[in-house]
C-alpha cells in the first residue's frame, strides 16, 4: 500500500540497473513473476519426473496407463525442465 502513496517515489533498489525506478511493489512483482514461479514450477515437474514413484503418478492420473504415460513421463523428465529452464533464463536477462 505504502508503493502507491508515501512511498510510490521512494526506489531502494535503484543502484542495480535491473531495478532501476521500481517501488518495492514493482520489485516484488518482478520477484514473484519472474523468479518464484519458473522455479516453483522447475522444481515440481523435477520432482515428479525424478522423484515421484511413478505408481503415484498413475493413481493420480488414474486412467492414463500404457504409451501416454509413459510419454507423460518422458515430457516431465527431459523436455519441460529444459523448456521451463529456457523461460527462466530469459526473465533473468
Known amino acids: 500500500m505504502l508503493s502507491f502513496n508515501e512511498w510510490a517515489k521512494f526506489h531502494p533498489l535503484s543502484f542495480l540497473p535491473v531495478f532501476e525506478g521500481k517501488t518495492f511493489f514493482d520489485i516484488f512483482d518482478y520477484l514473484t513473476a519472474n523468479i518464484m514461479m519458473p522455479l516453483g ?3 515440481i515437474v523435477a520432482y515428479v519426473g525424478w522423484v515421484m514413484k511413478r505408481e503415484a503418478v498413475e493413481a493420480e492420473l488414474a486412467n ?3 504409451s501416454a504415460l509413459n510419454l507423460l513421463m518422458f515430457v516431465m523428465r527431459y523436455i519441460a ?3 521451463v529452464l529456457v523461460v527462466f533464463l530469459y526473465n533473468l536477462l
Request: negative net charge.
Open 41 to 43: 514450477g522447475l522444481l
Open 64 to 66: 492414463d496407463t500404457g
Open 81 to 83: 525442465p529444459a523448456l
